[in-house]
């Protein structure tokens, strides 16, 4: 299918192209894969697109499985793809011909520990871009654990509170159990002195520097809504591994 010029205006895109649509009958999917969707589970779907074949090959990808099939470089962009929480499609040329992977990683659920403006405005960030978020005004390490445990590589915590009691030991469960982003707002000085008592609490100068603090991309955020803006830009670079940059300052794909 390609769309140019007067059809490019009336379909309201802003440019032309080829595209070329795959349809696929739902009862050819691996029933696997439907029941890790209602699972809510990390997983990718590899498709190998043959035209010499009558029926379309896939593969189920979880980022925890062997799998036993299945053309190894789509195998592993599409584990690549799960780590760094990038949903969407990707065509990759392996070996055994042209691959689709169909990436779907769980949507990563959002602890916010203590109430306010900031946390109303990082729920409803984090709604926008189809998270979940859970805010906690007063909890324990304990209670955090539990909010997080279901999927901690995935999780992400925000510690708003700057009670002792309360941030040092949720911060230090969270550093401990492999919570995927942990962050906590605050003065230098407040960062200073969670550092101080994290160690004193045994954990090692790597983990302490695992807190984002203080939070956010610097975008020259003010306001709060502002601030929730630049706390959930910095979320989606931790998951993603990466460093944030100027896309116009890089020089490969956009997407990668």
Not at 106 to 131: K, R, S, W
Not at 217 to 232: M, S, Y
Request: hydrophobic content about 45%.
């Amino acid at each position: 299918m390609s769309v140019h010029d007067d059809e490019v205006e009336r379909a309201g895109l802003t440019c032309g192209g080829q595209a070329e649509i795959l349809l696929q009958p739902l009862d050819t999917v691996p029933a696997h894969w439907w029941d890790l969707l209602a699972e809510g589970a990390d997983a990718a779907l590899i498709t190998r697109l043959d035209a010499t074949q009558t029926q379309a090959v896939r593969t189920v990808v979880t980022p925890g499985d062997i799998v036993p099939e299945g053309p190894a470089q789509a195998v592993e962009r599409a584990r690549e793809l799960l780590v760094r929480r990038r949903a969407g499609r990707d065509a990759r040329f392996t070996d055994a011909g042209l691959g689709l992977i169909e990436s779907f990683p769980a949507v990563p659920p959002l602890v916010i520990v203590g109430g306010g403006e900031l946390a109303e405005l990082l729920v409803a960030q984090a709604h926008l871009l189809g998270g979940q978020a859970t805010v906690t005004a007063t909890a324990t390490a304990e209670d955090a654990d539990g909010l997080l445990a279901e999927r901690p590589a995935a999780a992400c915590l925000i510690v708003l509170s700057h009670e002792r009691d309360v941030d040092v030991p949720v911060l230090h469960t969270a550093l401990t159990t492999g919570i995927a982003y942990v962050a906590a707002p605050g003065s230098r000085r407040t960062q200073t002195r969670r550092a101080d008592a994290l160690a004193r609490a045994g954990l090692d100068e790597e983990q302490i520097a695992r807190v984002h603090g203080p939070i956010g991309l610097d975008l020259g955020a003010r306001t709060p809504a502002e601030t929730a803006f630049a706390v959930c830009a910095e979320v989606l670079a931790a998951l993603d591994g990466r460093a944030p940059r100027i896309l116009r300052e890089g020089t490969g794909p956009i997407n990668a």
